[in-house]
C-alpha cells in the first residue's frame, strides 16, 4: 500500500504495524503529530491498547520501561528537550533488559532555542544504552521502527532502541512510502515475548535493584555492552530478512557510489539525501565522490565502516552537532575505528546544518575540492564550521537591530 | 473497618518482610514497612525511588515477598503507572489471569513525596492511577545525610540547617496536597500505633484508584536519638500533637484519634538531639512557641 505520508505519520505507522500495546506521551514540537494520530487510533479502535499522557518526559520513559517490564509492546516518543528532560531514565532503563522503541524527532538543544533540526539532542543519548538508529526518509521510519523491535526483542539482545528522524526535514515532508500490510508486518515482527521479565503475583521478581562494589557494577555494565555488540550480528541477519520481506535493504551502513570512489562524505540523517545528489553532481563533472552513511550508530558498525572507507583518499565527515570544545562528534568517532587501519582515508571535519541550517550544493562541492587539495597535499586541513559570508552579514545586520532596540528607551527620552 | 482488626492480637502473627536488610537500627520507616507488608501481602510491586529503603533490595538479596522496581528519585509514580496500565492491558486482553494481578506500591520517603517527585505524584493523582503511595517521612534527606528537604519541620537541625534555630521553614503539608486533589484514599500512620495503621492499610486495600499511606518515620541517627526510644518517640509525635492521626475518605477528613490532653510539644521536641539547640545552652523561646501555637493553632481548627 503505496501513500503519501511525513515522518511523524510514517512513525505512527510503524508503532501500529507493530501493534504497540502502550504509549506513554507527552508533547513536544516537532514530535506531536506522532502522539496525536496515535490517540486517534487507540480511540478509534484501530489500535488496540492504551495512550497515557504523562506529565514528563522523565515520567514518561519512566512508565514507558516498566510497561515493557511488565509484558507489554511499548512504543513512545520525543524530541530535543524532551529528550533531555528524560536523559536520567535513558541511562537507566537499558540495564532493565525490557525492550521498546522511542522515536526522537531531532530539534537543536538550546541556547539560543530553536525549533529546526540538528543531532544534539539525539547523540546526548549515545552512550545510554539505548540502540540508535538513523534514518534518511520516510519509507526508512517505517521500516526502522519495525527492524527497531525486531533487533531490541532479539533473545540476544533486549535492548531499548531509539529511531531518529530529522525533525521539520523528515517529519513534516509528505514523501511517498509503501506501506508493510498488517499480516506481512505481523509476519516479520511476531507478538512480543516477555522471555520471564515481566511482573506477576506468585512469580516475583527484583528489577534495577542496587549494587555493592564495583564488580558486581561492572559485570553488568559489561553484559549490557555485551547484548549491544551482538546486535549488529542480529542486525544483519534481521535486515536481510526485511530485504527478502519487503524488497528494502536497510544495511547498517549505507554506501551510496561510494564502492570506486576516492572521496567521500560521511553523514548520517535527512540531510544525507544532499550529499547523495551532489555526489551524482560530483560525479557528472568527473569527480569519483560516493557517500558513506551509517543507519545504526550502536552499536556502532565499526568493521563495516573500515571496510567501506578502506583505501578512499579522503573522506569529509560532516556533523549537525557540536560537541562544544572538541567538535564534530562522529568525526572523533570514525577516527577512532578507521586509525592505524591500513589504507585509512585522511580524514577531515565539517560542522554544518546546525538548528535548521541548510547545507547548500555549493558547499558539498566546497568540500569535495578541500578533499581533493587534502589529498595532493597529504594534509588533513583544519576542521571547519560552515558558514557563508552573506549570513554573517545577514547577522551582522541582525545585530545592529537588536543593539539599535536596546537603545530605544534613550533614543526615546 | 474490618471486624477483625479490634485488638493488637488482631494483628497478622506472620510476617512477610525479612530481617537483615542495610536499614539502621532502630528505623521508624522500616518499622512501619514490616506492619504495612505484613497487610498488604505478597501480591505487590514495590516501586520505589532513590531514598534509604532503596539498599533493602541490594543484589542478590531482597526482603520482600513480592516483586521489585527501583526507578529514580523522581519518578516511582510514574513508573507504578506503567505497571499498573500493562497490567490492565494484559487483563483486558485476557492474559492476565486475576490471580496473577498485582497492587502498585510507589515506597519514596519525604524528599522525593514533597519535592523532586511531587509533579509526577501530582500528575498520577489527577489521572487517577489506582496505586498505594507510602511515603516515610524521616524529615530530611536521610540516604545523603539527613539534609533539610521540604518535609523537615520547623526549628529542626539538619546537616544543611546548623544555625542557632535550626530549619527556618515549617513542614510542608503532603497530606493536605494530596487532599486537595480528591484521591481515592490518604492516610497519616505511624509504626508506633499498629492498629491504627493496619485499620488504615486495611481500609486503603479495599479501594481503587490514589492512596496516600503517609507515615511519620522516627529516624535515629537523622533525629539524634538511641535507636532503642524509636516507639516511645513515635508515640510522643501522636499525643503531642505533632503528628495527627487522621484519614481522607468519602471526601472527608476524619481524626482517628485526637490526643487529650495534649502534652505540651516539648515533651516530643527535648527527646531528640536535633532539637537540642532550642534547649541548650539556653532555650529558644520564640522558635519554641512558634512550634507549640502552629499544633495549637492546628487543633483548634480540628475541634472547632
Ligand atoms: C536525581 C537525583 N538527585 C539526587 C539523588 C541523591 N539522593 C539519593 S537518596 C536522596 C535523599 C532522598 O530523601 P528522601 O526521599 O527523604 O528519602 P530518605 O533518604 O530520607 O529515605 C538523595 C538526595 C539521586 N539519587 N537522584
Ligand atoms: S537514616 Fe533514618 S530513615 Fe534511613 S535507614 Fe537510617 S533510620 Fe531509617
Ligand atoms: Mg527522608
Given at each position: 500500500m503505496?501513500?503519501?505520508l511525513?515522518?511523524?505519520?510514517?512513525?505512527?505507522w510503524?508503532a501500529?504495524?507493530?501493534?504497540?500495546?502502550?504509549?506513554?506521551?507527552?508533547p513536544?514540537?516537532?514530535q506531536?503529530?506522532i502522539?496525536?494520530?496515535?490517540?486517534?487510533w487507540?480511540?478509534s479502535?484501530?489500535?488496540?491498547?492504551?495512550?497515557?499522557l504523562?506529565?514528563?518526559?522523565?515520567?514518561?520513559?519512566?512508565?514507558?520501561?516498566?510497561?515493557?517490564?511488565?509484558?507489554?509492546?511499548?512504543?513512545?516518543?520525543?524530541?530535543?528537550?524532551?529528550?533531555?528532560?528524560?536523559?536520567?531514565?535513558?541511562?537507566a532503563?537499558?540495564?532493565w533488559?525490557?525492550?521498546?522503541?522511542?522515536?526522537?524527532?531531532?530539534?537543536g538543544?538550546a541556547?539560543?532555542i530553536?525549533?529546526?533540526?540538528?543531532?544534539?539532542?539525539?547523540?546526548?543519548?549515545?552512550?545510554s544504552?539505548?540502540?540508535?538508529f538513523?534514518?534518511a526518509?520516510?519509507?526508512?521510519?517505517?521500516?526502522?521502527?519495525?527492524?527497531?523491535?525486531?533487533?531490541a526483542?532479539?533473545?540476544?539482545?533486549?535492548?531499548?532502541?531509539?529511531v531518529?528522524?530529522?525533525?521539520?526535514?523528515?517529519?513534516?515532508?509528505?514523501?511517498?512510502?509503501?506501506?508493510?500490510?498488517?499480516?506481512?508486518?505481523?509476519?516479520?515482527?511476531?507478538?512480543?515475548?516477555?522471555?520471564?521479565i515481566?511482573?506477576?503475583?506468585?512469580?516475583p521478581?527484583?528489577?534495577?535493584?542496587?549494587?555493592?562494589g564495583?564488580?558486581?557494577y561492572?559485570?553488568?555494565?559489561?553484559?549490557?555492552?555485551?547484548?549491544?555488540?551482538?546486535?549488529l550480528?542480529?542486525?544483519?541477519?534481521?535486515?536481510?530478512?526485511?530485504?527478502?520481506?519487503?524488497?528494502?535493504?536497510?544495511?547498517?551502513?549505507?554506501?551510496y557510489?561510494?564502492d570506486?570512489?576516492e572521496?567521500a562524505?560521511?553523514?548520517?540523517?535527512?540531510?544525507a539525501?544532499?550529499?547523495?545528489?551532489?555526489?551524482?553532481?560530483?560525479?557528472e563533472?568527473?569527480?569519483?565522490?560516493?557517500?558513506?552513511?551509517?543507519?545504526?550508530l550502536?552499536?556502532?558498525p565499526?568493521?563495516?565502516?573500515?571496510?567501506?572507507?578502506?583505501?578512499?583518499?579522503?573522506?569529509?565527515?560532516?556533523?549537525?552537532?557540536?560537541?562544544?570544545?572538541?567538535?564534530?562528534?562522529l568525526?572523533?568517532?570514525?577516527?577512532?575505528?578507521?586509525?592505524?587501519?591500513?589504507?585509512?582515508?585522511?580524514?577531515?571535519?565539517?560542522?554544518?546544518?546546525?538548528?535548521?541550517?541548510?547545507?547548500?550544493?555549493?558547499?558539498?562541492?566546497?568540500?569535495?575540492?578541500?578533499?581533493?587539495?587534502?589529498?595532493?597535499?597529504?594534509?588533513?586541513?583544519p576542521?571547519?564550521?560552515?558558514?557563508t559570508?552573506?549570513?554573517?552579514?545577514?547577522?551582522?545586520?541582525?545585530?545592529?537591530i537588536?543593539?539599535?532596540?536596546?537603545?530605544?528607551?534613550?533614543?526615546r527620552? | 473497618?474490618?471486624?477483625?482488626?479490634r485488638?493488637m492480637?488482631?494483628?497478622?502473627?506472620?510476617?512477610?518482610?525479612?530481617?537483615?536488610?542495610a536499614?539502621?537500627?532502630?528505623?521508624?520507616?522500616?518499622l512501619?514497612?514490616?506492619?504495612?507488608?505484613?497487610?498488604?501481602?505478597?501480591?505487590?510491586?514495590?516501586?520505589?525511588?532513590?531514598?534509604?529503603?532503596?539498599l533493602?533490595?541490594?543484589?542478590?538479596?531482597?526482603?520482600?515477598?513480592?516483586?521489585?522496581?527501583?526507578?529514580?528519585m523522581?519518578?516511582?509514580?510514574?513508573?507504578?503507572?506503567?505497571?499498573?496500565?500493562?497490567l490492565?492491558?494484559?487483563?483486558?486482553?485476557?492474559?492476565?489471569p486475576?490471580?496473577?494481578?498485582?497492587?502498585?506500591?510507589?515506597?519514596t520517603?519525604?524528599?522525593?513525596a514533597?519535592?523532586?517527585?511531587?509533579?509526577?505524584?501530582?500528575?498520577?493523582?489527577?489521572?487517577?492511577?489506582?496505586?498505594?503511595?507510602?511515603c516515610?517521612?524521616?524529615?530530611g534527606?536521610?540516604?545523603?545525610?539527613?539534609?533539610s528537604?521540604?518535609?523537615?519541620?520547623?526549628?529542626?537541625?539538619?546537616?544543611t540547617s546548623t544555625?542557632?534555630?535550626?530549619?527556618?521553614?515549617?513542614?510542608?503539608?503532603l497530606?493536605?496536597?494530596w487532599?486537595?486533589?480528591?484521591?481515592a484514599?490518604?492516610?497519616?500512620v505511624?509504626g508506633a500505633?499498629?492498629?491504627?495503621?493496619?485499620?488504615k492499610?486495611?481500609?486503603?486495600?479495599?479501594?481503587?484508584?490514589?492512596?496516600?499511606?503517609?507515615?511519620l518515620?522516627?529516624?535515629?541517627?537523622?533525629?539524634?536519638?538511641d535507636?532503642?526510644?524509636?516507639?516511645?518517640?513515635g508515640?510522643?509525635?501522636?499525643?503531642?500533637?505533632?503528628w495527627?492521626?487522621?484519614?481522607?475518605?468519602?471526601?472527608?477528613?476524619?481524626?482517628?484519634?485526637?490526643?487529650?490532653p495534649?502534652?505540651?510539644?516539648?515533651?516530643?521536641?527535648?527527646?531528640?538531639?536535633?532539637?537540642?539547640?532550642l534547649?541548650e545552652?539556653?532555650?529558644?523561646?520564640?522558635?519554641?512557641?512558634?512550634?507549640?501555637?502552629?499544633?495549637?493553632?492546628?487543633w483548634?481548627q480540628?475541634?472547632a
Amino acid at each position: 500500500m503505496r501513500r503519501l505520508l511525513t515522518g511523524n505519520a510514517a512513525a505512527a505507522w510503524g508503532a501500529r504495524l507493530a501493534r504497540a500495546d502502550y504509549v506513554p506521551a507527552f508533547p513536544i514540537t516537532p514530535q506531536t503529530e506522532i502522539i496525536e494520530l496515535l490517540a486517534q487510533w487507540f480511540g478509534s479502535g484501530e489500535l488496540r491498547g492504551r495512550l497515557t499522557l504523562l506529565e514528563s518526559e522523565h515520567s514518561m520513559l519512566t512508565a514507558a520501561a516498566a510497561a515493557a517490564a511488565t509484558g507489554v509492546r511499548v512504543f513512545t516518543a520525543t524530541s530535543s528537550q524532551g529528550l533531555l528532560y528524560a536523559m536520567e531514565m535513558l541511562y537507566a532503563v537499558p540495564g532493565w533488559r525490557a525492550p521498546f522503541v522511542l522515536v526522537n524527532v531531532s530539534r537543536g538543544l538550546a541556547s539560543p532555542i530553536t525549533l529546526e533540526s540538528d543531532h544534539n539532542d539525539v547523540l546526548a543519548a549515545r552512550d545510554s544504552g539505548f540502540l540508535q538508529f538513523h534514518c534518511a526518509s520516510c519509507q526508512e521510519v517505517v521500516d526502522s521502527v519495525l527492524l527497531a523491535y525486531r533487533l531490541a526483542e532479539d533473545p540476544r539482545v533486549r535492548l531499548p532502541a531509539l529511531v531518529n528522524l530529522d525533525g521539520f526535514h523528515l517529519s513534516f515532508t509528505r514523501e511517498p512510502v509503501d506501506l508493510p500490510t498488517a499480516e506481512a508486518a505481523a509476519a516479520f515482527l511476531p507478538p512480543f515475548e516477555s522471555q520471564g521479565i515481566e511482573f506477576r503475583a506468585g512469580r516475583p521478581v527484583s528489577q534495577a535493584v542496587a549494587v555493592l562494589g564495583g564488580s558486581a557494577y561492572s559485570y553488568f555494565r559489561y553484559e549490557t555492552h555485551l547484548a549491544a555488540e551482538q546486535a549488529l550480528q542480529a542486525h544483519g541477519a534481521i535486515a536481510a530478512e526485511f530485504a527478502q520481506r519487503f524488497g528494502r535493504r536497510h544495511d547498517a551502513v549505507e554506501r551510496y557510489r561510494s564502492d570506486d570512489a576516492e572521496i567521500a562524505f560521511f553523514m548520517i540523517g535527512a540531510f544525507a539525501t544532499k550529499a547523495m545528489d551532489a555526489v551524482d553532481r560530483l560525479r557528472e563533472a568527473g569527480i569519483a565522490a560516493g557517500l558513506v552513511r551509517p543507519r545504526l550508530l550502536r552499536p556502532y558498525p565499526a568493521a563495516a565502516l573500515q571496510r567501506a572507507l578502506a583505501g578512499k583518499r579522503a573522506v569529509a565527515v560532516i556533523d549537525q552537532n557540536l560537541s562544544v570544545g572538541k567538535g564534530g562528534v562522529l568525526h572523533g568517532e570514525l577516527a577512532s575505528v578507521l586509525y592505524g587501519q591500513p589504507d585509512a582515508p585522511l580524514l577531515a571535519s565539517y560542522i554544518g546544518g546546525l538548528g535548521g541550517r541548510d547545507i547548500s550544493a555549493g558547499e558539498f562541492f566546497q568540500i569535495a575540492r578541500e578533499l581533493q587539495d587534502a589529498v595532493l597535499a597529504r594534509r588533513v586541513p583544519p576542521p571547519r564550521l560552515l558558514y557563508t559570508a552573506g549570513e554573517l552579514r545577514q547577522m551582522r545586520n541582525l545585530q545592529a537591530i537588536a543593539a539599535g532596540e536596546r537603545g530605544m528607551p534613550e533614543a526615546r527620552a | 473497618m474490618n471486624p477483625a482488626l479490634r485488638r493488637m492480637k488482631d494483628l497478622p502473627s506472620t510476617h512477610l518482610l525479612g530481617a537483615g536488610s542495610a536499614m539502621c537500627a532502630g528505623c521508624g520507616g522500616l518499622l512501619a514497612l514490616h506492619e504495612i507488608c505484613d497487610l498488604l501481602g505478597a501480591r505487590t510491586v514495590f516501586v520505589n525511588a532513590a531514598s534509604c529503603m532503596t539498599l533493602l533490595a541490594s543484589y542478590p538479596f531482597t526482603p520482600f515477598r513480592g516483586s521489585w522496581l527501583y526507578t529514580a528519585m523522581a519518578s516511582a509514580p510514574a513508573g507504578a503507572q506503567g505497571v499498573r496500565d500493562a497490567l490492565d492491558i494484559l487483563s483486558e486482553r485476557g492474559r492476565l489471569p486475576p490471580e496473577q494481578d498485582l497492587t502498585a506500591v510507589a515506597l519514596t520517603g519525604d524528599g522525593a513525596a514533597t519535592g523532586i517527585g511531587l509533579s509526577a505524584t501530582a500528575g498520577a493523582i489527577d489521572r487517577g492511577l489506582d496505586f498505594i503511595y507510602l511515603c516515610y517521612d524521616n524529615e530530611g534527606y536521610g540516604n545523603t545525610g539527613q539534609q533539610s528537604s521540604p518535609a523537615t519541620p520547623l526549628g529542626a537541625r539538619t546537616a544543611t540547617s546548623t544555625g542557632a534555630h535550626g530549619h527556618p521553614a515549617s513542614k510542608m503539608d503532603l497530606f493536605a496536597i494530596w487532599v486537595a486533589q480528591r484521591p481515592a484514599y490518604a492516610a497519616t500512620v505511624i509504626g508506633a500505633d499498629p492498629l491504627d495503621l493496619a485499620r488504615k492499610i486495611d481500609r486503603a486495600r479495599a479501594l481503587k484508584g490514589p492512596r496516600l499511606i503517609h507515615a511519620l518515620a522516627p529516624c535515629p541517627p537523622g533525629w539524634s536519638f538511641d535507636p532503642a526510644e524509636g516507639v516511645e518517640i513515635g508515640r510522643l509525635a501522636v499525643k503531642t500533637g505533632i503528628w495527627p492521626l487522621k484519614e481522607y475518605v468519602d471526601g472527608r477528613v476524619v481524626h482517628t484519634h485526637v490526643p487529650h490532653p495534649r502534652l505540651p510539644v516539648e515533651e516530643y521536641l527535648k527527646r531528640q538531639g536535633r532539637f537540642r539547640h532550642l534547649f541548650e545552652p539556653g532555650r529558644d523561646t520564640r522558635v519554641l512557641a512558634q512550634i507549640q501555637s502552629q499544633v495549637d493553632a492546628y487543633w483548634e481548627q480540628v475541634c472547632a
